[in-house]
């Protein structure tokens, strides 16, 4: 079962930055596809950006220009590093994989992590 697990998140007040890292716990000698998403209270799960194995991003609209998302594969890390904060970015973020690439195969991998709270004050 891939296990990730995320860190970086906290408070900050509006306009300031904050680093997201997600890494898996288990199947570490593989390769991951890599998504944020958030879920904000009250309201449903959005996708916020993610990068392929080959490095190819996509971001939501309401993030582009201001988040950038990166991966180490040495350190076999995902990063969302986040700028100009808005009081509307207040939610739980959330990694998650759904293909990895381990020992020349492909598979499917539907796992979660469990959340870093970012709270940006107005």
């Known amino acids: 079962q891939v296990q990730l697990e995320e860190s970086g998140g906290g408070s900050v007040q509006a306009g300031g930055s904050l680093r997201l890292s997600c890494a898996p716990s288990?199947?570490?000698?593989?390769?991951?596809?890599m998504s944020w998403y958030r879920q904000a209270p009250g309201k449903e799960r959005e996708f916020v950006s993610s990068i392929d194995m080959d490095g190819t991003t996509t971001y939501a609209d309401s993030v582009k220009g201001r988040f950038t998302i990166s991966r180490d594969n040495a350190k076999k890390t995902v990063y969302m590093q986040m700028n100009s904060l808005k009081p509307e970015d207040t939610a739980m973020y959330y990694c998650?994989?759904?293909?990895?690439?381990?020992?020349?195969?492909?598979?499917?991998?539907?796992?979660w992590g469990q959340g870093t709270l970012v709270t940006v004050s107005s």
């Open positions: 998650k994989t759904d293909r990895r690439l381990c020992g020349g195969g492909y598979f499917l991998s539907d796992a």
């Open positions: 288990t199947y570490i000698y593989c390769k991951f596809d």
